[in-house]
């Protein structure tokens, strides 16, 4: 059984920083792309950031590059999202979600495994 669990989330003035984990188990983690995606209230999910198996490639929704950093650690079957100079627009609830194996990053039909979300709010 596939678990992911996310942590990390918080409240936090515009302007700062959280680290997202998500912590994974249940299949060999390093044959899978990983994602975060986020959902604000009132409005679809929508892409954050994924990375590729080995970590040697990674992707943005443009609405974060720059300040936005995903990475993992096969070792410990973890994935991350830095999150810097953050903005009231990026409240949300911020799930890890791991790949199915092929696709493009930013679709979440290509990913078959989600973590219960944890969520982040940027105050003005």
């Known amino acids: 059984q596939v678990q992911l669990v996310e942590s990390g989330g918080g409240l936090v003035q515009a302007g700062g920083s959280l680290r997202l984990s998500c912590a994974a188990s249940g299949r060999t983690f390093s044959n899978y792309g990983m994602g975060w995606f986020r959902q604000a209230a009132g409005k679809e999910r929508e892409f954050v950031a994924g990375?590729?198996?080995?970590?040697?490639?990674?992707y943005y929704a443009d609405f974060v590059k720059g300040r936005f950093t995903i990475s993992r650690d096969n070792a410990k079957n973890m994935v991350y999202l830095q999150m810097n100079s953050l903005k009231p627009e990026d409240t949300a609830i911020y799930y890890c979600?791991?790949?199915?194996?092929?696709?493009?990053?930013?679709?979440?039909?290509?990913?078959?495994?989600w973590g219960q979300g944890t969520q982040v709010t940027v105050s003005s």
């Open positions: 979600a791991q790949g199915s194996g092929s696709g493009t990053y930013s679709l979440d039909r290509n990913y078959a495994y």
């Open positions: 990375i590729n198996w080995s970590g040697g490639a990674s």
